[in-house]
Every structure is written in structure tokens, then in C-alpha cells.
């Protein structure tokens, strides 16, 4: 099967830019994740939805970073206006519904971010 | 807030050398999944175990749950280069939710 899908691989900002990170997760799987990755640390998640209800989005900054997922699919995250602490990875992951501690999850692999 | 502390954070060997990483928290978990990260890639989960005091066999590969389902460990065989990676423990908080916490990483060298 195909696994998730992320784009783009690669992308340079100015400060205060904005930019957005797209996601495709695996056919079927009804909740998606994004996480957050710094340089050798574990990812930090940001905002899971299942289908395009959010779950948890208790540590996402909500006063610059969105997201949202159309029709329980493909999914957006944008951030604006970007400052440097927000250079890192940004992960998408996707799991089937009430089985992540059976199956896991499985990731893309993911957006870097670099803000200068 | 829940946490996970990965120990040791950074490990360099030799190639046929044993090893073993720790995963420890103050907290419950439902499940513990381990998952071994590629420069340039996104985790691939390794094992998934669930039983307090459960222990997985994945070739040279040993993880173990703890009692309490609160730690767990993974011990490396005969280590080989391509054991090299960014090892991240993942304790899974609700079952319901299917939510996830990283523990924070170790950094595995394998030098041939």
C-alpha cells in the first residue's frame, strides 16, 4: 500500500513568512497526527484529528500556527507568521481508527523547515 | 504532563558490541511502541508491546515492558551498522484516542 505522503520535502523561509505543509495519510486511515520534530529529539505532537474533527490540539501555538483536514483526508498546516524557534521536521502520521496500540502509526517523512 | 525519558540520549560502539536503551516515565501507559528513525526519514515502528512484563524478539532485538507498565528497554545483540538510527520510545496515553508521547530519543552509532 502506499504509505503517507508529504510535500514539500524541503522548504526556506524568511522570518515572518508564512508556509504551509500538505499531507496525504494511507487510504482507510481515519486519524491524522502532526508532530513536531526538533534536531535530535522525539517528535512533540501538535493537533490529531480523527476524520476532520480535532482531537487534541492542546500544544498547538493556535495564535500562528492552523490546520485543517477537508473531508477526513488529505490535511493542511500552516503557519503565520513563522519565527526561527520554528525550524525543525514537521511529521504526518496516520493510524487506523481505535488500533494504534496494536498497529501503530506510520509516518511520512516529513517537512524540513528552516527559518532564517 | 506526561514524560518520557530515554537514557543513555547518545551511544557510540563498535560493531558486534551489546547495547541496551532504557524508557522510563512516572506514568501509565496503555501500550509502548518503539521506532527507529533514518536521517531524513520518519519513525518506522519496530514492535508494539502491551502486557505488563511482556517481552518481543525481533531477530537481534529484545523489548521488554516493565511490570507496571510504566518503563521498557530494548537490548541490541551483536550490534551492525545498519542498527544505526535515532531509537524513540512511544507510550500510548489513551487507547481511545489512539494518542501517542515520544520519549526523548537515543542516538545509536554502529562503527564498522
Known amino acids: 500500500e502506499a504509505g503517507v505522503a508529504q510535500s514539500p520535502r524541503y522548504k526556506i523561509i524568511e522570518k515572518r513568512q508564512s508556509v504551509a505543509f500538505w499531507c496525504n495519510p494511507i487510504s482507510g486511515h481515519a486519524t491524522l497526527y502532526w508532530y513536531q520534530q526538533i534536531l535530535g529529539q522525539g517528535p512533540k505532537l501538535l493537533i490529531q484529528?480523527?476524520?476532520?474533527?480535532?482531537?487534541?490540539d492542546s500544544q498547538l501555538p493556535k495564535d500562528r500556527f492552523s490546520a485543517e483536514r477537508l473531508k477526513g483526508v488529505d490535511s493542511t498546516l500552516k503557519i503565520q507568521p513563522a519565527k526561527l524557534e520554528d525550524s525543525a521536521v514537521y511529521l504526518c502520521?496516520?493510524?487506523?481508527?481505535?488500533?494504534?496500540?496494536?498497529?501503530?502509526?506510520?509516518f511520512g517523512s516529513g517537512t524540513r523547515l528552516t527559518v532564517v | 504532563t506526561q514524560l518520557l525519558e530515554q537514557s543513555p540520549q547518545f551511544l557510540s560502539i563498535q560493531e558486534g558490541e551489546n547495547l541496551t536503551v532504557y524508557c522510563n516515565s512516572s506514568s501509565v501507559f496503555s501500550s509502548l511502541q518503539w521506532y527507529r528513525q533514518e536521517p531524513g526519514e520518519g519513525p518506522v515502528l519496530l514492535v508494539t508491546v502491551v502486557t505488563g512484563g511482556e517481552v518481543k524478539k525481533l531477530k537481534r532485538l529484545t523489548f521488554q515492558f516493565g511490570d507496571a507498565r510504566k518503563d521498557s528497554s530494548l537490548h541490541i545483540t551483536a550490534a551492525q551498522p545498519g542498527d544505526t538510527g535515532l531509537y524513540l520510545c512511544?507510550?500510548?496515553?489513551?487507547?481511545?484516542?489512539?494518542?501517542?508521547?515520544f520519549g526523548t530519543g537515543t542516538l545509536l552509532a554502529v562503527q564498522p
Open positions: 484529528f480523527q476524520n476532520n474533527g480535532v482531537v487534541d
Open positions: 502520521a496516520s493510524s487506523l481508527v481505535g488500533t494504534g496500540g496494536n498497529y501503530g502509526y506510520t
Open positions: 512511544a507510550g500510548e496515553v489513551d487507547g481511545a484516542t489512539n494518542k501517542l508521547i
